[in-house]
């Protein structure tokens, strides 16, 4: 009985452990297309920026000030494209980054639309937009803005779902 008691107990503690560290999260939306669909499930590392700096190109999700049908603040998920002290500017469909041409493999189509002048991005904030920059709602436009570096949950490193595409997320 005693040993069986241990177990139950060692393994609630594993879990609790573990969700320390890892937030399973269903995707929603389609603005990283091609990178992450509608209903893939992904495993959010909640510690990766206690331990690292947030890098170019990672995948976030944060809370954003748009509300939800819920009423609580809308989770939403894009991929990092300028850090504190970088210069940003979008123009004539091209992202240009620190002065040269940001080349992104990963976007659905090579044209980003919107317009924004350059800016650089102030201490404590990132700038991030959707893979499907033409149905993302991101740091292009008021409503989202840059992003307090203090609202990401966390970084994407595993989608589990749908099986045929398990594995790291980069």
Known sequence: ??????????????????????????????????????????????????????????????????????????????????????TISIADGSVYLNGELFVEPYIKEPFTSGYVEEMTVPEGNVFVMGDNRQSSLDSRSDRVGLISKSTIIGMAVFRVFPFNRFGPLH
């Open 1 to 86: 009985m005693k040993e069986w008691i241990r177990d139950i107990i060692i393994a609630v503690a594993v879990a609790v452990l573990v969700m320390q560290f890892i937030k399973p999260t269903i995707v929603k939306e389609h603005s990283m297309e091609p990178t992450l669909y509608e209903n893939n499930y992904i495993f959010l590392s909640k510690q990766q920026y206690t331990f690292a700096d947030i890098k170019h190109g990672q995948i976030v999700v944060f809370r954003s000030n748009i509300e939800a049908e819920n009423g609580a603040d809308k989770l939403l998920i894009k991929r990092v494209i300028a850090l504190p002290g970088d």
